[in-house]
């Protein structure tokens, strides 16, 4: 089992700051790529930003500039420092790995979410 836990999520006024954590724990070989996905009300799920093992991120056009997604590869860990907040990024944000795992001597690499954490930008 993989688990993946966020925080951070809150209430900020337009033009503010906001940092989200992601830790995976559980039984991880190895970590390919964690990122960050949002969905609003009404809309699909969306990407917003990821990053490899090797610290390549990337970034959705409509937050680059303005977020950054870092990892910590030896804890597992992936943060989203998003900055000048706007009202449209209002959402529920998602962790994302994609962890290998070891199956019947095998190894195999899945998906995993987490809870998921309401960002709200509002005045």
């Known amino acids: 089992q993989v688990q993946l836990m966020e925080s951070g999520g809150a209430v900020v006024q337009p033009g503010g700051s906001m940092n989200l954590s992601c830790a995976a724990s559980?039984?991880?070989?190895?970590?390919?790529?964690m990122g960050w996905y949002r969905q609003a009300p009404g809309k699909l799920r969306e990407r917003v930003a990821a990053?490899?093992?090797?610290?390549?991120?990337n970034y959705a056009d409509s937050v680059k500039g303005r977020f950054t997604v870092s990892r910590d590869v030896g804890k597992n860990t992936v943060w989203l420092q998003m900055n000048n907040l706007k009202p449209e990024d209002t959402a529920v944000y998602y962790c994302?790995?994609?962890?290998?795992?070891?199956?019947?001597?095998?190894?195999?690499?899945?998906?995993?979410w987490g809870q998921g954490t309401q960002v709200t930008v509002s005045s």
């Open positions: 994302n790995a994609a962890v290998v795992i070891v199956r019947n001597s095998h190894l195999r690499e899945n998906d995993y």
């Open positions: 559980g039984d991880i070989f190895v970590i390919n790529a």
């Open positions: 990053i490899t093992s090797g610290s390549s991120p």
